[in-house]
């Protein structure tokens, strides 16, 4: 399935986030969507597929298989999600129902979009399970229960159960440890690939994403051309020209392979994210030959 | 959870013991002792000598406690002074008036307060959120007593604009006439019902708005629901716990606050009785009505626990499932 985004601006209560952004997520393919933490990354995602809070507004265009997405009706996106795009977000525990058993809320999207029997449900949701690594008694489990890595994945199944042909991760793996976030990448994108579906990973660390995404966007502050061209198209974009591109919102500053991108960054913000993914990998490479620093207050009297 | 409910029943015990010793205790250092009370300011000291001996005031303090609690236990909760019968049969028979009204009121306070909550929290932009704001405050603030006359007002028999509900007293026969018993607690339940449920209505919005734009909602929208189902079907489901809370409170704030609508519709109810016990000094009926009183906050207090920590499997101590498939 592809999602082609094209001139998206979102403003949240008149003040713009996301200021003309166009990118494409091809049949089959695993896109990467990275930016610094408060570029608009998620935004971008929630807002297309109509998740972002009332006072948010979407301009542009996106297009899920060629329907317009920009627009619909409540009910219509509703339609849509669960069904023809499943969604992964960055903290399990804070996005699973915290009072319901996890193998109810896998279910969920099955009950809201097809009707099955419960007996065929629960088999479903047990094999889903047995799928992204967790035992089909966990279906009982209350997210409570679960570490952090059985939650992600549990959520995970619930992105897939539907078997939806575009997945959207939403930083997936931030809440997670290292050893767990290479698990959950892994996972997410053998999954994706056995369903044959469309991935756009979103992140702001491309250490995670060069596992992931063979394509990538940068998002980052828009460029001066951007700039111009909103002021003079939108209203939204009133007294933006004294205070700088905090008042304009990002826009993709590059995109291409992400090898490519990772070994030659051309924009200041991909530079900048590529440098601090070297700089953690740097240090935990040789973090056993690094001096621990001296503790300043022996004795315990802190 | 057993040994949740095991242990919270002690505690039920051990406060209901803790209550008797000070309900005991405030009737026994009123000035003069209870018989001098009882007997009246212009009685002689015989008569109160004769009193306090039929009454069992003339033994120590501790004896009239032991002998108080093991009537308790046995069910006996003594003998009026001014009608000669069993405090349990007249608190039974006053029972059967207010704690219909009570639980009637806390029912249309939550079909009133829930649905409306849920209305306010779905609808968060335009007129409908505002208008409902001022709605539950407005009724909220409403005093019991003229919420209920404007009822009679407008809807008692013989005085309301369109008076179809009886406004005065309860059936001689009480529920002997089912019907007539239970249209005589309609305006007295609804006095109740719509300020309680007004309080309901705000809790229940405040509690939605505060899960309405959470990732639980969210993530409830992702597998395909619009944001309003999701607030009433996750988000509904996760303030459950606090809202059966509230309705804990409430139903103890309705015991007491039956009190003026009891007077105000001559309901013979137990907080009519309980006034009038007090205002005729019938103390040793005092005591015993307080000590149920007592009992029964408590024991809405025990269930409201119980079933909050039903509702909430966080808090329910279980077989932890760690050390599933990493």
Redesign the interface.
Known sequence: MSLEISNVSVAASGAPILTSVSLTVGDHERVGLIGASGSGKSMLA?SV???M??NVTVRGSALLDGQELVGLS??Q???I???SV??V?Q?PL???????PVGT?IA??LK??YSLGSAERRSRVEAMLEKV???P??AT??P????G??AQRA?IA??LITSPRLIIADEPTTALDAM?QV?ITHLLSSLVDDAGASLLFITHDFSVLARVAQRCYVLGAAPESARAGSSTAGSSNVGSSNVGSSNVGSSIVESGETHELLAHPRSAAGARLVEAARRLSFSAQNADQMPVPPRSHEGGQL | MLKFVVRRLVLFVVALALLSVVVFACLRILPGNVAAVMAGTNSTPERVAALSAQMGLDRSYPAQYAAWMSDMAHGNLGISMLTGRSTMAETWGRAQVTLPLIIFGLILSLIIGVPLGVVGATR??GGLHSVLRYVSLAAGAVPALWGGLLLIMVFGQGVGLVGIFPAQGFPDNGWGSPGQAFSSLILPALSVGIISGAQMMRYTQSALDGVA????V????????????AIRT?GL??V??ELISVTGLSFAQMVTGVLVIENLFSLPGLASMLVSDVGNRDLIKVQSELMLLAAFFLAVGLVTDIAHRI????LRA?A???G???
């Open positions: 929630t597929m109509g998740l809070p009332s409540p009910h996106f509703a339609d999600r669960g069904r499943g969604f977000f903290d804070a996005s699973l129902n915290p009072v319901v809320q969920a999207p809201r979009h690594g967790l035992e008694r966990l489990a209350y409570h229960e679960l570490s890595g059985q959520a619930c992105a767990t698990q | 968060r932009t734009e959470s990732g639980y969210t993530m409830a929208m992702a597998a395909g629901s619009t944001r309003a189902r996750t489901r996760i459950l716990p509702a909430d499997p966080r279980g932890s499932l760690e599933g498939v990493q």
